[in-house]
């Protein structure tokens, strides 16, 4: 499909109502210039793959200077001669310069998005613009944006009401992907020339998405099949000093750990193409600020209570978490020791508090030279619960955020907690069958038996998980 068969949407607006912020969002690119004093002073074309194609427009110069020239095209048998002539006349003209370029696409056939801010009051320029797009005739929408306190709300809507098809609330730093969407299926209604590629266009995107979502389910899957099977094995080098040796594996090995983590939530990150979450270039930082293994991460994150009993205790399991709630423990305790004797394995009571990763000579051996030294793997009841939260705070943080924010962004535990119950997202507030096939998904991955089918099922549940919360 060539550039001159794209659907053409045209953003046009006065200087710093957000004109650029809107461009941002809809074509979901960051690189988008924006800032507080006007950035646009020449038409800018951000193309969505082969499907549509935004340009930003300078904002306005002399609106109603221009009006004066062009309402003869509200009589005219071809209003748009009229804007020709006007932008042939004032090519070389300083005090129009703006009004030229905004209209080249317009004169090219564009669709229009007027962008105000509601937070501003309507001035007279303001009305000289509408009616300047009005007569124009081309299909149109008025984008009621918000960058602060909407007190001016009713005086812009009544006004755009009368020049313009369809008036939308869109706040660009806010706008997920339905009010994208919305606003897409808007436009289709009042181009009728670009309608059925418009709804192409739409269905196109809700196919990108569904595989957005797939793409992250598997990342998540697969990073617990990765931290969960995950081994560190290093010859002893002096048996006077295996405790230091012991110390320096687990050190590595959660440096480990923590590393592919943050490859995944790199991966998380990039399949949403932002570039403000802290995880961009080769030495970006992690979006989650505490660390896999901190202990305020253990504290907030991953089941609680009886939740993660359901989820992973076995017959003596349950006796030693019973003891322990009997106990009050809030930390490795009494109950958990005896439920280890009777047969248990889950660490209910240690269940807010990081595991110490079990550094490991083989029984039989001896402390000698060359004799093997293993960390893993962590077989704690909560690490995957805790690792799917963080890695759900990611997706949640990037999956509904709008490409027009510039603030990078980082969690630390206590946010991104919030965040997950705010959003309903978190492991703790899952529906009771996801969290049932990810316990069995988890026990596969534990047993070595998490073939590809298995694989399959657990994607599937957790992506429809993924549908629900980024809604």
């Not at 560190?232 to 687990?250: F, G, M, S």
């Not at 979006?287 to 305020?296: A, I, K, S």
Request: proline share 4%.
């Amino acid at each position: 499909m060539s550039n001159t068969e794209l659907p053409v949407i045209a953003i046009l607006g006065d200087v710093s109502h957000g004109k650029s912020s809107v461009v941002a969002t809809l074509a979901e690119d960051d690189s988008v210039k924006i800032g507080p004093f006007p950035t646009t002073t020449h038409c800018q074309r951000f193309r969505v793959r082969d499907l549509f194609e935004f340009i930003d427009t300078p904002g306005f110069q002399n609106a109603r200077e221009a009006l004066s020239e062009l309402r003869a095209a509200g009589t005219h048998v071809e209003p748009l001669a009229v804007f020709r002539e006007f932008v042939a006349r004032h090519a070389s003209d300083h005090f129009f310069v703006h009004e030229c370029r905004l209209l080249e696409p317009v004169l090219a056939g564009a669709a229009l998005l007027y962008v105000v801010d509601i937070a501003q009051p309507m001035e007279p320029r303001h009305e000289a613009e509408t009616e300047i797009l009005r007569l124009t005739g081309a299909p149109r929408i008025a984008l009621l944006n918000q960058t602060g306190e909407p007190r001016h709300r009713a005086a812009w809507e009544a006004r755009l009401r009368q020049n313009f098809n369809t008036v939308i609330d869109f706040d660009a730093h806010r706008a997920d992907f339905a009010n994208r969407l919305a606003l897409l299926e808007a436009l289709a209604t009042v181009d009728i020339a670009g309608k059925a590629k418009l709804r192409a266009a739409i269905e196109v995107l809700k196919r990108d998405r569904d595989e957005k979502l797939d793409t992250t389910a598997r990342i998540i899957i697969d990073l617990l099949a990765n931290l969960l099977t995950r081994r560190h094995t290093e010859a002893l080098r002096d048996p006077v000093c295996v405790a230091a040796q012991r110390r320096e594996i687990e050190e590595r090995f959660r440096a480990e750990l923590s590393g592919r983590e943050l490859a995944a939530h790199r991966e998380i990150v990039k399949t949403f193409a932002h570039r403000f979450v802290a995880v961009s270039g080769e030495g970006g930082g992690d979006p989650l600020r505490d660390g896999l293994f901190v202990e305020q991460t253990w504290s907030l994150l991953g089941l609680s209570g009886w939740k993660l009993l359901a989820a992973g205790a076995g017959g003596g399991a349950v006796v030693g978490a019973k003891l322990d709630l009997m106990l009050g423990g809030a930390s490795w305790g009494l109950g958990a020791a005896l439920g280890a004797l009777s047969g248990g394995g889950v660490a209910f009571a240690g269940s807010r508090k990081p595991p110490g990763l079990n550094v490991k000579l083989p029984y039989f051996h001896r402390a000698i030279v060359g004799t093997e030294l293993t960390a893993g793997p962590v077989a704690h009841e909560n690490f995957p619960w805790i690792v799917l939260d963080r890695a759900l705070g990611v997706f949640v943080s990037v999956a509904r955020r709008a490409h027009a924010r510039r603030d990078e962004e980082t969690l630390d535990a206590a946010s991104l907690a919030a965040r997950l119950r705010e959003r309903r997202a978190g492991m703790e507030e899952a529906p009771p069958d996801l969290r049932k096939a990810l316990t069995k998904a988890i026990r596969e991955i534990r047993r070595g038996r998490f073939d590809p089918e298995r694989r399959e099922s657990a994607v599937a549940a957790l992506r429809e998980w993924l549908r629900q919360i980024a809604a």
